[in-house]
């Protein structure tokens, strides 16, 4: 099984969504999106497996989002909400977990016990 984690070791949700994973013998693939972010294709990807908008991978409460001045309201295409999260990947939701096809974000950490 090629499980990857899109992972934030300071984030509490990401550390128990690795925890979970690991605790059921899954050795996933971390991913530390800060300094690796995923692609533009990782991301659209990532958004058909889970089947959600762009704005729903946005952590639009965090600093990085306040400080671009951005809202989920705003009119934007796919297209730009992917590049903003590239060139931006503090605003991405964590932790991402992609098995084959499937996605889940963590939250809470049970929310990927549906795609294993």
């Not at 800060?34 to 991301?43: A, Q, R, V």
């Not at 730009?80 to 939701?93: C, G, K, R, S, T």
Request: glycine share 2%; net charge negative; with cysteine.
């Amino acid at each position: 099984m090629a499980v990857k984690i899109y992972h934030n070791a300071r984030c509490s949700k990401s550390r128990a969504t690795l925890q979970l994973l690991q605790e059921r013998g899954i050795e996933p693939e971390i991913i530390d999106y800060k300094k690796n972010p995923p692609t533009i294709d990782d991301l659209f990807k990532i958004l058909m497996a889970l089947d959600v908008p762009p704005t729903d991978l946005i952590r639009f409460k965090d600093a990085a989002a306040k400080a671009l001045d951005i809202k989920p309201s705003d009119e934007k295409f796919v297209e730009e909400w992917i590049e903003l999260m590239v060139e931006n990947p503090a605003i991405i939701e964590r932790p991402i977990v992609v098995n084959g096809s499937k996605a889940a974000i963590g939250r809470p950490p049970e929310n990927v016990l549906t795609i294993l």
